[in-house]
């Protein structure tokens, strides 16, 4: 889910409900250009140190037991350079 420049996101409404361990990661570069070059962001790097590397990985991400019940859900998640 993409995270707008306020810091929210909007979980797709198809979502089942349950626990969820949350990520995050830098959004996937685009394709690569007519050449076959890769595209780089110019701020690609800056993005990518303001998510410790720790969230980005399932097994060592501390967002876990997030609930998502039947209706509307508000969560707030916080990341700590840990």
């Known amino acids: 889910m993409p995270i707008a420049n306020d810091g929210t996101f909007v979980v797709p409404e ?3 409900t349950g ?3 949350v990520t995050v990661a830098p ?3 685009p394709p ?3 050449d076959g070059s890769p595209v ?3 701020n690609r790097k800056q993005i990518e140190a303001l ?3 720790i969230y980005r990985n399932e097994r060592t991400t501390p967002l876990k ?3 998502i019940k039947q209706g509307n859900n ?3 998640i916080k990341l700590q350079n840990l």
Do not use: C, H, T
């Open 32 to 34: 690569g250009d007519a």
């Open 51 to 53: 998510i410790p590397k």
């Open 65 to 67: 037991d997030f609930e």
């Open 19 to 21: 626990m969820y361990v």
């Open 40 to 42: 780089q962001p110019s």
């Open 74 to 76: 508000e969560v707030e």
């Open 27 to 29: 959004a996937p570069l």
């Open 14 to 16: 198809n979502i089942r």
